[in-house]
């Protein structure tokens, strides 16, 4: 009879020694969905802000060398994210006429375009987004 009594606390000691030990890892898996879901969203919507710049065609005599993007905290300090798309053109337009093919279907009130000469031939046509809400993405703190 004792030796009964003695496994049922035995049993209820090792349920409670579960619970303690299962509770911070849920935390930790809840709070990884919160994060990762937070990152993916970012991601999808840079991956739609960016086909603004990349879905336009270049200026006639031009061509797309390189391209990309950078994300996060990328101008000042605070929390919020900051998108940027960038083109590098080789072309034998100036950077004022580029800026000028660039900058009328892309350049918002939020939105801002830049165009620099980076080599002979070459040009930088950067556009930019500052300021989109951080949420719990750890890339924008």
């Not at 004792?2 to 579960?18: D, I, M, P, S």
């Not at 890892?25 to 802000?49: K, Y």
Request: aromatic residues 6%; charged residues 20%.
């Amino acid at each position: 009879m004792r030796t009964v009594r003695l496994e049922k606390a035995n049993r209820r000691v090792h349920r409670g020694a579960v619970v303690v030990a299962a509770v911070p890892v849920l935390i930790l898996v809840l709070l990884s969905i919160l994060v990762g879901g937070t990152m993916v969203v970012n991601n999808v919507r840079l991956s739609e802000w960016k086909g603004d710049l990349y879905e336009l065609a270049p200026p006639p005599g031009s061509w797309v060398i390189a391209m990309g993007t950078d994300f996060g905290l990328l101008r000042g300090n605070g929390n919020h994210c900051d998108r940027r798309a960038w083109v590098l053109l080789r072309t034998a337009s100036t950077a004022g006429e580029v800026e000028g093919h660039y900058g009328r279907p892309l350049e918002t009130a939020s939105v801002s375009m830049s165009v620099k000469p980076v080599a002979q031939g070459e040009v930088r046509v950067e556009m930019f987004e500052h300021g989109d809400s951080a949420g719990w993405d750890p890339r924008c703190h």
